[in-house]
């Protein structure tokens, strides 16, 4: 987890300017037919069918400065359910409930998730809950939205950089922290809550065989403090039949309470141990409205809404050359190291130099996608001072390679990581508004034995107290970012054998069953959530060790979950 969220701060780095106005009033946007919450996104030999629902999420206490609570229409949670198309649904023999990374919005899971589905059988089928954080609920994505359903990116624009209306309505802005204060207490214990509520619409008896809870990233260390937490003398992993760590780890489990700083943690001055931004208390502007979400400087969030345009134009303009857009422009140039004007980059290697490990200088957020093409490159350092490579001829158009077009074959299709970033009316790939108490309360949850008078238990409400007990069969992956498995021990040491009463009941975290690890460092950090499920790659086998680890960590049978 540290190295993920260390090198996300890094974000804050972008400085990308300008917004563009035009003087002459436009036609109104026909009003197209909206997308569907709820459809068949895949045929084949399994149709996977992909809805979307919110529900109650949890009630946290207000933001002690001011009291101000948060508004019971802000109490909410998405899921983004992936399952195979029957109606009713069919009995799922292992729900798989996807937890983000930082910064992470479902669709950033949209790869896995299939990949789940798709392994589904004539007599075993499985499901995929992405979760979409409360936070995402905040995003206006009425542009964005529009766009998707008119198969028109220039809509967005217009929406939050030209104040177009749609619908009568205009875009008020992106949030700040004081126009929503009460984010501030959107920490562990209100995430875990609202994870709570999800896993709580499988029907009791069944969770503990079922649900499978899976974390990429910092979602990792948030899905072992649920397997930790205290839920009214409750421990989650009660509610559990298995935990998948991908690419993330605490490292922390089980070291010593002492080594927690609260004075750190509630008025900054020192180093948290793996720890970001702000301290909680008011000298730091945490609780006081100025740092309640992780923002991007002179941008802001602007930078979501270019890139999500921007795979719209990747999938349905591919081979233009956009030059009537300075927000993309711009964000370009700063990705990339280059200055302006840029050279001719198509629209799709526009997306593709974006993210693709070749030449994005943000390792944390890339996929091994393909190549770009069309004329010379020159290597430059990123921002993380890695060789990168950027184009350098103005008079060279620049096109893509896909990742099947080149040797040695990549991970990753372009269409598969563009369409994650909107496909779907209010999902995306990007979650604005991240809440900064959330990576907070991760640095000082992760040991994963907080006893009950303890600071973190007795003034925050931390309960990560069961991590010592925590009975259930693990998978744990590593990709490009964790590069080994080597960040795991410290969980593995801390794990009892499996419990009483499991498919796998007995077994010590020296079997591979009980506890299995394995390390895929050829795939890039998102490459084993987005990836393509090809025959032969590093990307299918782990999709198939998921798998593997829901059926040996369930009973034959399914269970069937109706939201509707």
Not at 316 to 336: K, M, Y
């Amino acid at each position: 987890m540290s190295l993920s969220i260390a090198r996300a701060a890094l974000l804050t780095t972008l400085a990308v300017t300008a917004a563009c106005t035009e003087s002459f009033p436009r036609v109104p946007t026909p009003d197209p037919k909206p997308v569907p919450a709820s459809r068949v996104v895949e045929t084949g030999a399994v149709a996977i069918r992909r809805e979307t629902f919110v529900i109650a999420g949890a009630k946290p206490p207000p933001n002690p400065v001011g009291n101000r609570a948060t508004p019971d229409e802000q109490n909410r949670v998405r899921v983004v359910r992936y399952r195979v198309e029957s109606s009713p649904p069919k009995p799922a023999r292992a729900v798989f409930v996807m937890m983000p990374g930082f910064l992470g919005g479902a669709l950033s899971l949209d790869g896995l998730a299939r990949a789940i589905v798709r392994r589904s059988t004539e007599t075993e089928a499985f499901e995929a809950w992405a979760i979409d954080r409360r936070s995402n609920l905040l995003e206006d994505t009425t542009g964005v939205d529009r766009a998707e359903a008119a198969r028109d990116p220039s809509i967005a624009r217009r929406y939050y950089f030209e104040g177009e209306a749609i619908r009568d309505k205009t875009f008020s802005g992106f949030l700040r922290g004081s126009d929503a204060p009460w984010a501030s207490e959107w920490g562990m214990a209100t995430t875990l809550g609202d994870l709570r509520a999800v896993i709580g619409l499988v029907p009791e008896a069944a969770r503990a065989q079922r649900v499978v809870l899976v974390g990429h990233s910092l979602g990792a260390s948030i899905v072992e403090s649920y397997a930790a937490w205290d839920f009214d003398g409750k421990p989650g992993y009660a509610d559990l039949a298995g935990l998948v760590l991908v690419d993330g780890a605490g490292r922390r489990e089980g070291e010593p309470a002492s080594a927690v700083d609260r004075n750190v943690y509630e008025k900054g001055g020192g180093t948290l141990p793996a720890g970001l931004g702000p301290s909680l208390g008011v000298e730091t502007n945490l609780r006081a409205g100025g740092d309640v979400f992780f923002a991007l400087p002179f941008l802001g969030v602007k930078a979501y809404v270019v890139a999500e345009y921007l795979a719209m134009k990747a999938l349905w303009s591919p081979t233009e050359v956009t030059t009537d857009d300075p927000e993309q422009a711009s964000l370009t140039a700063f990705l990339l190291g280059l200055s302006q004007p840029l050279p001719k980059i198509q629209n799709r290697a526009a997306f593709g130099l974006a993210f693709d490990e070749a030449s994005s200088p943000l390792s944390f957020a890339t996929v091994k996608t393909g190549r770009v093409e069309g004329g010379p490159v020159t290597p430059y350092k990123g921002i993380l001072g890695d060789t990168l490579i950027h184009p350098s001829d103005p008079a060279a158009t620049y096109t893509w390679a896909e990742w099947d077009r080149v040797t040695p074959r990549e991970n990753t299709a372009l269409d598969d990581m563009a369409r994650s970033w909107f496909d779907g009316p209010g999902t995306n790939y990007a979650e604005w508004y991240f809440p900064q108490r959330l990576t907070l309360d991760a640095t000082v949850t992760t040991t994963l034995n907080v006893r009950e008078d303890d600071w973190r238990w007795t003034a925050y409400g931390l309960r990560a107290k069961h991590g010592a007990a925590i009975d259930v069969p693990v998978y744990a992956a590593a990709f490009s970012l964790l590069g080994s498995v080597e960040p795991f021990q410290a969980f593995k040491k801390l794990l009892p054998p499996i419990g009483a009463g499991r498919p796998l009941a007995g077994k010590p975290r020296t079997d591979r069953d009980a506890f299995r690890e394995d390390a895929f460092i050829g795939l890039s950090h998102l490459d084993g959530i987005i990836g393509v499920d090809v025959e032969g790659s590093d990307v299918r086998r782990f999709y198939e060790a998921v798998i593997d680890h829901g059926r040996k960590a369930t009973p034959p049978g399914g269970v069937v979950v109706d939201v509707r």
